[in-house]
Nanobody
Framework: QVQLVESGGGLVQAGGSLRLSCAASGRTFSSYYMGWFRQAPGKEREFVGAISWNGRSTYYAASVKGRFTISRDNAKITVYLQMNSLKPEDTAVYYC????????????????WGQGTQVTVSS
């Protein structure tokens, strides 16, 4: 069993930066792909990015590519989402997820989810 806890959300002005953290429990964390998703009010949850188990491969949605960076520290069993050049349309609840049993950009294949952290970008 894996438990995920996100932190680092908050209110930021457009153009600013935030770093989200996703702290995990469980001895098998280092073997999991990890994903970040977000859900804006009135919209479906969408893929933001993912990182391979060893951190060597990362994948991003077109809407965040070049602005967001995913990294992980397996020793600290934590995954990070560095968000730069934030835009009002990035406002959403951000979730981390672990252990996809299929395509990393498909929310329905992830086995474990955090509770989410709110990110609000003001214009």
């Amino acid at each position: 069993q894996v438990q995920l806890v996100e932190s680092g959300g908050g209110l930021v002005q457009a153009g600013g930066s935030l770093r989200l953290s996703c702290a995990a429990s469980g001895r098998t964390f280092s073997s999991y792909y990890m994903g970040w998703f977000r859900q804006a009010p009135g919209k479906e949850r969408e893929f933001v990015g993912a990182i391979s188990w060893n951190g060597r491969s990362t994948y991003y949605a077109a809407s965040v590519k070049g602005r967001f960076t995913i990294s992980r520290d397996n020793a600290k069993i934590t995954v990070y989402l560095q968000m730069n050049s934030l835009k009002p349309e990035d406002t959403a609840v951000y979730y981390c997820a672990a252990d996809p049993r299929g395509s990393y950009d498909d929310e329905y294949v992830y086995n474990y989810w955090g509770q989410g952290t709110q990110v609000t970008v003001s214009s």
